[in-house]
């Protein structure tokens, strides 16, 4: 879903790059927007001031059309302006509507939606504080002034763990451009040295096939191969440098890439294979455990009164998952469950307990 938005807001961000270029807002060069234009200051009036809550009169797109753009226009030409719009589809409620005056109902995104958007903004590590908060103000300029007010009061953007640049976006047009043409690229591959600033791994610079970019798991990720090697790889995008697009073409993979399976098994799943556990713990706890692992997580019903323990009492639940999820979950929460099976896997937490319990308590 979050990517059919994304997707949709880009569209809006060309159009309004488009549309800016014909649409002169300055007063002091209204004598040069041609008539033909002036539906398109109707238009931007109406996007701006005029919700399903703020409606504009005749007379008040008047007053804005000469205050904000110095043009002069008669009644029956705003009529006709509108209707120009509304032959073009858009949605422009009016007097037979609403009695009042009209109104803009026609917009890109939902509030609700420019609202999702803006979360995942605020959300993401991978976007800097400045270019969170550039984009958020570009989302909140497709709704009306009185909306954006809205949005204003509950959008806030994090710091604490933003990258410190742009090199991610510059990374994603390279690779997509690759991509498109069926390209290999070289690329500088980069990690984290102990001063926290990048430094270049040391199977670094390496050739690749690129094939597709995905996001998972809070990154972004190009899942190429390595030239001379049958094996797909991804990386992670804000990790690469010095992207030189090759005028050689990509190495074919048979058989296609799904990138859905790929994330699932190879990212969030760190390549590792399901399997069953069971682990036994207060039935307090079963909340906690179907909101980690959500439908891959059963209770396990030996009768009926199971619906009748109290919180404190035992339960017993079956989860399907990798085994470095569950390994983490389990230390985590070393007193809260106790593994019941396999037994290979209880035996290996009990060798960890045992090794933190000699580190720390001997």
């Not at 073009?88 to 026609?106: H, K, P, S, T």
């Not at 047009?173 to 600033?197: F, H, P, R, T």
């Not at 990154?219 to 090697?229: D, H, L, P, T």
């Not at 049958?230 to 440098?241: C, G, T």
Request: charged share 30%.
């Amino acid at each position: 879903m979050f990517l059919l938005l994304y997707l949709k807001w880009y569209r809006v961000c060309l159009r309004k790059e488009i549309g800016a270029s014909i649409m002169i807002k300055n007063a002091e060069v209204s004598d040069m927007i041609p008539q033909k234009a002036t539906a398109l200051c109707i238009y931007d009036i109406l996007k701006t001031y005029t919700d399903e809550n703020h409606i504009l009169s005749v007379e008040k797109i008047r007053e804005k059309l000469k205050i904000i753009y110095g043009v002069e226009m008669e009644r029956r030409a705003v009529y006709r302006n509108i209707d120009a719009l509304r032959s073009m589809g858009i949605e422009i409620q009016g007097y037979q509507e609403n009695r009042e005056g009209y109104c803009l109902l026609d917009r890109e995104f939902e509030l609700s939606e420019i609202r999702l958007l803006c979360d995942a903004i605020v959300a993401s590590d991978m976007i800097t504080e400045d270019t969170g908060k550039a984009i958020i103000r570009k989302l909140i300029n497709t709704q009306s002034i009185f909306q954006g007010r809205l949005l204003q009061k509950t959008v806030f953007v994090k710091s604490e763990k933003k990258i410190m640049n742009k090199q991610i976006f510059y990374n994603i047009d390279s690779l997509n451009i690759a991509i498109n043409q069926g390209c290999k690229v070289s690329v500088k591959i980069m990690k984290y040295g102990v001063d926290q600033e990048f430094e270049e791994r040391e199977d670094s610079p390496i050739v690749i096939s690129p094939y597709v970019t995905l996001w998972a798991d809070g990154n972004y990720y190009i899942v190429a191969r390595r030239e001379a090697s049958e094996q797909l790889e991804h990386f992670r995008i804000d990790l690469l440098r010095d992207i030189v697009i090759l005028e050689r073409g990509v190495d074919m993979v048979f058989g296609g890439i799904n990138p859905g399976q790929y994330a699932e098994k190879y990212i969030l799943q760190n390549g590792e294979n399901q399997e069953i556990y069971e682990v036994e713990c207060k039935k307090d706890r079963w909340q906690e455990i179907a909101e980690k692992f959500g439908k891959n997580a059963v209770l396990i019903k030996k009768d009926h009164m199971i619906f009748f323990l109290n919180d404190s009492e035992k339960i017993t639940v079956r989860i399907k998952t990798v085994p470095s999820v569950m390994r983490e979950w389990i230390l985590s929460h070393v007193e809260e469950y106790e593994v019941v099976s396999p037994k290979k896997f209880k035996d290996e937490i009990q060798r960890t307990v045992m090794e933190a319990y000699r580190k720390y308590c001997s």
